[in-house]
């Protein structure tokens, strides 16, 4: 019954073209060729949100993501071999009912060909518009739990894979869930680095450093807007956060400049790659040798409480299995921020009406609102911060990383505007201030050879080359001449190690090593620090001021521990050290 993957590859897109006319999807196609049970169990129905049965039957025919990236690797992008933790099931592109959608598309502008393609839209109903759904919800209320746990964690980010691992080292049984198709949320996306002072990392680097600094640039960044209780929290924890995932298998070695920071404690892996997907990647691989309970396609959308206020349990709707519930002692909200639902964001700030955004798409604020309902109490949520570098071309986040290593900003006219390492808010705001409200990031190769992450953007096709300046400015549309005498002052501060134009506080490298880059950035919405207002030990505070007992919540989600503005590489220490201390203490919770 099974196709051998090899036979599929040969004949598949002459099988495709032929039978295009007569089916308008994948369904259509394999019911066709082999029948329903080709994909589907002899119910016909799926019999869990991960679909793996479906995903397994893809695989048992056309190969694993892996293989397939081979089968794929002469694409000029090869798509499956994605910066993606995990191995995304083939089911988060191909769908077979409807019209098939590049996930990538939800964030990035490229044209990949996908079969039976659509373009990408999804209406996703808001927390509100599902409670309207009485009726069904009721009726899976009525029933008994179709899951009983310790813990339930909600996103399968940073702050949630961490604390499902923390909960589970400390005794608890757990269950994560995450409404998307792919695991990850942003964290997966993290570029830069994750801010830790007085770690073994940078002790080998020689740098210098003092926890205490760490608060002083975290407050000041965060115009003392902070709950300077969660920022003890944050940067005492921060080495120790680095530690606990070295202990568990990352690569953090690497250690760079961000905007804001006194000194280098932005981590990353060795050569400059991601450090989000690496950081993923290692929880998830740390969650599945423990065997926690993952659930896709599963959204949280109620708090269940008993008579005395305390959690009892998560309703949850699975994309493919309905509503259902789990019978839980405590919930950990770690559902991110709300960065790409730009209705939510301009009503708080109209500034950023109709902007892009860097998020993947489930950040839309749902975990808001399913706390706001269990009557939690939010704090600081006008605070949304823009990240200065959106890649015009393609829509990529370009890592403020590429200037910490030694690009500088210019615009049109060829002229630097601001200090490039200045916090984002700054950097940003001088951006758009610029003519067409863009500017360019220009580098020479040697700052290329200094960071992975460039390499992903120089093969995307996004960042014009060329082997002088003058030829530079005419492919990207920047005066040239004047490009050469900027890159020529600037070079003169390197040598001096003193910026006389704007006190940039990093000078690491000149830019004299042919060839040239030039990378036109816009800013986008990028961080909501705002959110659920916790306490140090991140339990949810109440809007009667009192902790809800058994919910915790950890990560993007929460308020006050970036103030008003949030330093690079800030966000990957907050939810790998909150989401710790919110699965030790929901664990410590329930008795273990
Ligand atoms: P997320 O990682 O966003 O995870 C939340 C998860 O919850 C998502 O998967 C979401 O789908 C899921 N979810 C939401 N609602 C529900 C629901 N109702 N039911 C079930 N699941 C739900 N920070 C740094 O410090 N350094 C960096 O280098 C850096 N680079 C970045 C680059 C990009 C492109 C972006 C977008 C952000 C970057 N950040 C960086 C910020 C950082 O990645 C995020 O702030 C952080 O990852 C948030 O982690 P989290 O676990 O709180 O949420
Ligand atoms: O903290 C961030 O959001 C960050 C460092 C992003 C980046 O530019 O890489």
Request: aromatic fraction near 4%; proline fraction near 3%; include cysteine.
């Amino acid at each position: 019954m099974k196709l051998k993957h090899s036979l599929l590859v040969a004949g598949i897109v002459a099988a495709l073209s032929q039978t295009v006319a007569a089916n308008d999807n994948l369904a259509g196609l394999h019911a066709d060729m082999l029948g329903c049970d080709a994909c589907h169990s002899a119910s016909m129905q799926p019999q869990d949100d991960n679909l793996s049965i479906e995903n397994g039957n893809c695989a048992d025919c056309h190969g694993d993501i892996h293989e397939v990236a081979e089968l794929t690797a002469s694409a000029h992008v090869n798509v499956h071999a994605s910066h993606f933790p995990g191995e995304p099931a083939c089911t988060s592109c191909h769908q077979a009912h409807q019209p098939s959608v590049n996930y990538c598309d939800a964030c990035h502008s490229f044209d990949f060909d996908l079969p039976f393609a659509g373009k990408w839209q999804r209406h996703e109903p808001s927390i509100a518009e599902l409670a309207k759904e009485q009726a069904d919800r009721s009726a899976a209320l009525a029933l008994a739990p179709r899951a009983t746990t310790d813990i339930v964690v909600v996103g399968s980010g940073g702050a949630g894979f961490s604390a499902a691992v923390a909960a589970h080292d400390a005794g608890a049984k757990v269950i994560l869930i995450e409404k998307e198709p792919v695991i990850g949320g942003n964290a997966k996306l993290a570029a830069g680095g994750m801010n830790a002072a007085e770690s073994a990392s940078q002790a080998a680097l020689g740098i210098k450093d003092d926890v205490e600094i760490m608060i002083k640039d975290t407050m000041k960044g965060g115009y003392d807007k902070n709950d300077p209780a969660l920022v003890d929290v944050l940067a005492q924890n921060s080495a120790g956060s680095v530690a606990w995932l070295t202990a568990m298998g990352a690569d953090l070695k690497d250690v760079g400049r961000m905007g804001g920071a006194s000194v280098n404690r932005s981590h990353r892996p060795t050569g400059g790659a991601g450090v989000g997907a690496h950081v993923v990647q290692v929880l998830l691989d740390n969650a599945v040798e423990r065997n926690i309970d993952m659930r896709l396609n599963t959204r949280a959308v109620e708090i269940l409480k008993d008579d005395n206020g305390a959690v009892r349990g998560l309703l949850v709707k699975g994309a493919h299995t309905g509503y259902y519930w789990i019978s839980a002692k405590s919930v950990i909200l770690a559902t991110g921020g709300f960065a790409k639902n730009n209705d939510r964001v301009a009503a708080l700030d109209p500034k950023l009406k109709g902007f892009m955004a860097t998020n993947h798409p489930g950040a839309t604020g749902d975990g808001l609102d399913v706390a706001a309902n269990a009557d939690a109490a939010m704090r600081d949520l006008q605070y949304i911060q823009a990240h200065p570098t959106h890649s015009v071309k393609g829509g990529v986040m370009i890592t403020e990383a590429v200037r910490g290593n030694g690009a500088i900003l210019v615009n049109r006219e060829g002229q630097r505007f601001v200090n490039e390492i200045t916090t984002r808010d700054r950097a940003a705001a001088a951006i758009l201030q610029q003519s067409q409200g863009s500017a360019f990031l220009v580098f020479d190769h040697a700052v290329r050879k200094s960071l992975k992450k460039i390499e992903g953007y120089v093969e995307l096709g996004i960042v014009p080359v060329a082997d002088d300046l003058v030829a530079l400015g005419a492919k990207a549309g920047i005066d040239g001449a004047a490009l050469s005498q900027t890159i020529n002052s600037y070079n003169g501060y390197v040598a001096e190690g003193k910026d006389a134009q704007f006190e940039r506080q990093n000078l690491p490298r000149p830019l004299t090593q042919g060839p040239f880059y030039a990378l036109e950035v816009t800013p986008a919405v990028h961080h909501t620090m705002g959110g659920i207002a916790i306490d140090a030990s991140t339990a949810v505070q109440g809007t009667d001021g009192k902790a809800i007992a058994g919910l915790y919540a950890a990560g993007e989600v929460t308020g006050g521990v970036h103030g008003a503005n949030r330093l690079g590489g800030n966000a990957i220490s907050d939810i790998v050290t909150f989401g710790r201390v919110a699965g030790e203490q929901a664990a410590k919770y329930i008795g273990k």
